[in-house]
């Protein structure tokens, strides 16, 4: 049987999707969600409410015990361990851990993510530095990992994220470790990025990013959608799609 499947404008599908930790915790309880390519969309929630394991889930870190879950239209389980790595090519991760390499350098970091995507020196080069710069670390370049604070570890985790301009970033408590000014151009970039037509789930608990924001909400409560912000919800324009 011969199917052709459109292209379509969703980017992330989780249809009736549970997870549920050894031996019984229930992290995830049959959660859907859709989200739109070039959506940006905040996932909120107390501590232990399921935001982290639902960014696992799409990563691919995770498995479900039951449900799907689709990015751009592929059913996360049924993809071959090469197109799971096909596809972790176009997909940007800052998780809570950072999993930095501590004993290289930040420009080595960010590099080695952008050599396993046949990015160009040249192109390398100039995105680190202005990653860097507009994250306040140039002066951390030749700075190993494991002497960075946390703060430093989770900006370096973020601007490896975004270096090799994904179709869908993942970002896990992204402004946990930073101040308020920081927090800003960390949200600067994920707004440039946006305009770009990346896709963008934030998992946070900080209201001061999302309080004021125009995106989608979504919260989480003992792995249930509590509640959508469906008001807040910004249809991406025609021509961004
Ligand atoms: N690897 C794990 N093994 C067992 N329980 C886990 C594991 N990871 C998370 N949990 C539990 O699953 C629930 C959801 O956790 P998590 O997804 O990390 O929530 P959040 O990110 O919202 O704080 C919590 O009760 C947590 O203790
Ligand atoms: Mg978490």
Redesign the pocket.
Known sequence: MTEIKQSSNVMVELIKVGKT?PPN?E?LAEISLSVSKGEMLFLT?R???????LLRLLSRIEHPDKGLVEIDGKDLGKLSRANIQQLRRRIGVAFQDFKLLPQRTVARNIALAMEVAYQKKSFIRKQIHELLQRLALSDKLHTKAADLSRGEQQRVAIARALANNPDLILADEPTGNLDGETTERVMELFDDQLQRGTTILI?THDPAIYADTDHRVLE?KDGHIQSSDTENHRQPAEEEL
Request: aromatic fraction near 8%.
């Open positions: 930790y915790v992290a929630g501590s232990g409410a399921g935001k982290t394991t998992a989480l």
